[in-house]
């Protein structure tokens, strides 16, 4: 799809912490401009779902070099708004909190991080991309040539958290605000503090906080920057 501003494509790097909006923005950023998403965050959860379900979790604590042996042949998919890992649509899978309470250390993994580095690189060489994560404009992509780094309130991010999961319904129990802003707290502390490309903004980064602002709010304004550039 021709990009629906200017006509040299870009790339656009959106990070920050876990429930700041990155996905929502990226996905919508992506359809106004005509531009392909690529969501990493769920290429890491797709990656931590194989961990889960191979029963070797406790194990990479104490020997991350195992992880290896599941990356052999993985292989991830975005069709469409749909996530397949090894053939199978886990779009709904990738977003229980099991997942989301492992994915920080799974991510953490150094071959886990190589492996989907070069995943994320080849995804978005044709650029024309908006891809969200925690190290796009750091680490994935730091010649993007706009990147933004999404920040919110810690409580406002487990409200949205855990509207999702309720929402979602379903016969899982749902923690409650206190349980998930505190699991919040924890996943940024594992983020920021990991060794391989650990949360932090790069210094070109424009930072929006997301805390008071709708979905169309931090949607128009990071749009407006990448008009600013696609027109420039």
């Keep these: 799809m021709e990009n629906r501003i200017g006509k040299r494509p870009i790339i656009i790097a959106i990070d920050g912490p876990a429930a700041s909006g ?60 749909r996530v397949f890992l090894d053939g199978e649509d886990v779009s709904a899978a990738i977003r229980e909190n099991t997942v989301s309470r492992e994915v920080s250390f799974v991510s953490s993994l150094k071959p886990v991080r190589d492996r989907l580095l070069v995943l994320q690189q080849k995804m978005g060489a044709a650029r024309g991309v908006v891809m969200d994560g925690r190290d796009i404009g750091t680490v994935v992509f730091p010649e993007a040539e706009l990147k933004i780094f999404l920040v919110a309130d810690p409580r406002e991010r487990a409200k949205r958290r855990h509207a999702e999961l309720s929402l979602k319904g379903g016969n899982s129990a749902v923690p409650t605000v206190e349980e998930l802003e505190e699991e919040i707290r924890q996943r940024d502390r594992d983020d920021e503090q990991r060794t391989h490309a650990p949360l932090k903004r790069h210094p070109d980064a424009v930072v929006v906080d997301t805390s008071c602002l709708t979905i169309d709010q931090q949607v128009a304004r990071v749009y407006d920057l990448a008009a600013k550039i696609l027109e420039g």
Excluded: C, H, N
């Design 22 to 81: 990155k996905s929502t923005t990226a996905r919508i950023l992506a359809g106004k401009l005509g531009y392909t998403y690529i969501d990493t965050g769920a290429m890491y959860r797709s990656v931590t779902l194989k961990v889960l379900r191979s029963g070797l979790l406790d194990a990479l604590r104490e020997d991350t070099g195992r992880v290896s042996a599941l990356l052999d042949g993985l292989q991830i998919e975005f069709r469409g708004d």
